[in-house]
């Protein structure tokens, strides 16, 4: 075992060759010798001990050597000591380094060398022989180093020092150039009172210290007159018997330290979240990308209109994030209406789990696999408890073998990666300066709303989100999270980079499961009914093969109409999905007479059929106002009716007035054809003799005579013969 200079060594059995902690300051080979110092408080002179012995101590484990902590008054740069301190060090040194002449290693641990040249050195300097000791040892117990000879401040002061009530500590107090009497001298009850007071502040009980100080007053150094009416009037103790605010400061930070005050300013929940210690990542203990996905939700600060009129406004969309939590690839995108809820989310996650060039393409974006190729299940999902407390997210844990995890209210620290995403997006988008931003500029009074401005659709804002989140994905680096395999490699930083790295290294791990199981458990579903023109969902009506060949809207017509559950993809109106008799899934198109619905959100279409369905106050004003007018006309042509028939003569009989009406209807009709409007060139002039015209067994239209024979036709009652 080697024994070295400035080495520390400890005893660890009673065979030990030495009795204390102990530092080697000299080793003499030749001699078979080591001269060692105790490390004790109060340090005696060296003494020496047999090198072998305590080799043989070493190796036998009855001693064993120990690293001890360099002081921190050593812990310090030549550039940093001032002047002072460097020559404090520089005269120490000065008086003892005659004494440890490099020519003559170890003279001074020669039996009796010691003793002589310290008498020497204090009779030449004229100083006592104990300072120069007190330097030695010091330097032969720090380890045998020039900076051992700096002062040592650390241990300076007085934990609780006792004042002399006629002295007290600080210059005396004055006003304007007069003495004024001393503050109080504090003893324990006020320092607990101080405590008390001071944790009002803490606690966040009291505005300010100030505040939480007057307290204080009230509390402990307050005495009231209670020989007067009122409950008497609350006067404060003498200056001389309460604390100030400068003690009460000065104590009040002494027992409860920065942290601690800040932690009860903000409240735990906002301190957890904005300052506690960062001990580490969320990347450290993942696998690779596809291992977790985080997933939340905001309103974005933009109002939108309607696709098909861009008048009716929507309000502000509710933009779904899906993060992979190692690469930092956003892996899933919904932009929509349906409010942070399991709805929102499932439809967000049904897009990271799906391919994202037809979703692109759908939006009107036309990208490559390679671009977002992003179509994997987790094996666990991060989400706020809001949207995955739910029987809905539980089914989705069972279903797809996904483990899912909440986040406690208040604590989005603990889905980093999400969360600092929104604002990147916001950036890029410059969303606050779009036309309906809600913040475009800081609103005063009278200006103009910012809603009026709203131009965009839900198709073109998600084009917009989309765009961002490529851009984001191919240009966004982030150094810090690239492994030392990935630097080898030389990956670039950013989160495709990782993402493809990591896909041709085969450290994606998905979670797959068939396609029937994922439409099963995110696809939103609701109820269709089945009618004579085919499945009616949110107004528009939807067919498939299966419907027709069990005669579905053939029954429904004849017996009523039912209603089946579906499923849909509510950034898509083309497509719905129902299930047969063995659970598989049927995909139902639209018909052919609401194909136009097939680019657009099923929800948009719902929202327009809805507003199309509900009459304007206006338009019901008009209704009912002309519906009014056309009770009134007809009520005067009755009337002038009325006034006519009066002029005429009465029938004397019933069979007079209701006998002739044969007669009457065909004089009437005589009448209608000869006023009645024809186009030019198609009424006949005159009526040429048979024979002249088209051959009798061709006759087929011959004018007013044809009329009047079938007129003469009429007239022959049943029964009667020619």
């Not at 103009?448 to 961002?468: G, H, M, S, V």
């Not at 023109?533 to 109409?561: D, I, P, Q, T």
Request: proline share 6%; charged share 30%.
């Amino acid at each position: 075992m080697t024994v070295f200079v400035n080495g520390v060594f400890e005893p660890v059995t009673e065979l030990s060759a030495i009795n204390t902690i102990v530092r080697a300051i000299h080793i003499d080979e030749k001699n078979d010798a080591v001269v060692l110092i105790d490390l004790a408080d109060a340090p005696r002179q060296p003494y020496a001990v047999g090198l072998e012995e305590l080799r043989r101590s070493l190796e036998s484990g009855d001693t064993k050597s120990v690293a001890i902590t360099t002081p921190e008054f050593m812990l310090v740069l030549e550039e940093d000591l001032d002047e002072k301190a460097k020559q404090a060090r520089d005269e120490k040194w000065a008086i003892i380094a005659p004494l440890l002449d490099p020519d003559y290693p170890g003279q001074i641990f020669v039996r009796g060398e010691l003793g002589r040249l310290v008498s020497s050195r204090a009779s030449e300097l004229g100083v006592q022989r104990k300072s120069i000791y007190r330097i030695l040892y010091r330097y032969w117990v720090y380890g045998q180093v020039r900076n051992a000879l700096l002062k040592n401040y650390t241990a300076v002061g007085v934990a609780n020092r006792v004042y002399d009530p006629s002295r007290p500590p600080g210059r005396k107090p004055r006003f304007q150039g007069v003495l004024i009497p001393p503050t109080k001298m504090l003893n324990a009850v006020d320092k607990r009172c101080i405590r008390v007071g001071y944790a009002l502040y803490v606690n966040d009980k009291k505005s300010s210290i100030s505040s939480a100080y007057d307290e204080m007053l009230r509390k402990f150094y307050s005495v009231r007159d209670i020989s007067k009416k009122g409950g008497g009037e609350l006067r404060l103790l003498p200056t001389s018997e309460m604390p100030n605010l400068r003690q009460f400061k000065y104590w009040g930070q002494i027992f409860f330290d920065e942290v601690e005050t800040e932690r009860g300013r903000q409240g735990l929940k906002k301190w957890l979240k904005d300052s506690r210690p960062l001990s580490g990542t969320v990347r450290d203990w993942l696998r690779g990308p596809c291992h977790q996905f985080e997933i939340d939700a905001t309103i974005a600060d933009i109002y939108l209109v309607n696709s098909y009129s861009r008048r009716m406004l929507i309000g502000r969309p509710v933009v779904y994030i899906v993060v992979d939590s190692f690469s930092g690839m956003i892996v899933g995108l919904y932009v929509g209406l349906e409010g942070p809820s399991w709805n929102g989310a499932r439809q967000a996650l049904f897009n990271a789990f799906t391919s994202k060039v037809d979703f692109c393409a759908r939006n009107g974006i036309e990208i490559k696999s390679a671009d977002w190729d992003c179509h994997h299940l987790p094996h666990q999902i991060y989400a706020d408890r809001g949207e995955m407390l739910s029987l809905a997210a539980e089914g989705l844990s069972r279903g797809l073998g996904i483990e899912m995890g909440t986040a406690p209210p208040y604590r989005p620290d603990w889905k980093p990666m999400v969360e600092s995403r929104f604002g990147i997006l916001n950036d890029l988008t410059g969303i606050r300066w779009l036309p309906g931003g809600v913040a475009a500029r800081d609103k005063e009074r009278g200006e103009r709303d910012y809603r009026l401005d709203a131009t965009l659709n839900l198709r073109e804002f998600t084009q917009i989100i989309i765009k961002c989140i490529l851009h984001y994905n191919r240009h966004h680096r982030q150094p810090d999270r690239l492994t030392q395999a990935m630097i080898n490699d030389g990956v670039e930083p950013t989160a495709l980079g990782i993402w493809t790295w990591a896909s041709e290294n085969q450290m994606i791990a998905p979670n797959n499961r068939p396609d029937e199981l994922v439409y099963l458990h995110l696809l939103p579903r609701e109820r269709a009914t089945v009618q004579k023109g085919g499945l009616v969902f949110r107004g528009m009506h939807y067919v498939c093969e299966m419907a027709v060949e069990k005669n579905w809207f053939a029954k429904a017509r004849s017996r009523g109409v039912w209603s089946i559950e579906c499923r849909y993809d509510p950034n898509s109106a083309a497509h719905i999905w129902i299930q047969d008799d063995s659970k598989q899934f049927i995909r139902c198109d639209l018909r052919r007479s609401d194909a136009k619905y097939a680019d657009y959100r099923s929800d948009e279409i719902y929202d327009l059929l809805e507003a199309y369905r509900q009459t304007p106050p206006q338009h019901r004003h008009a209704e009912l106002e002309s519906r009014v007018q056309l009770s009134d006309e007809v009520d005067q042509i009755v009337s002038n009716a009325l006034a006519e028939r009066k002029l005429e003569p009465a029938p004397a009989t019933k069979a007079e007035a209701t006998g002739n009406i044969r007669e009457n209807r065909t004089e009437e009709r005589s009448r209608e054809r000869e006023t009645s409007f024809v186009p030019d060139g198609v009424r006949a002039e005159s009526v040429a003799p048979a024979s002249e015209s088209t051959p009798k067994s061709h006759d087929s239209y011959a004018g007013p005579r044809t009329a009047q024979v079938i007129d003469l036709l009429k007239k022959i009652r049943p029964g009667q013969k020619q």
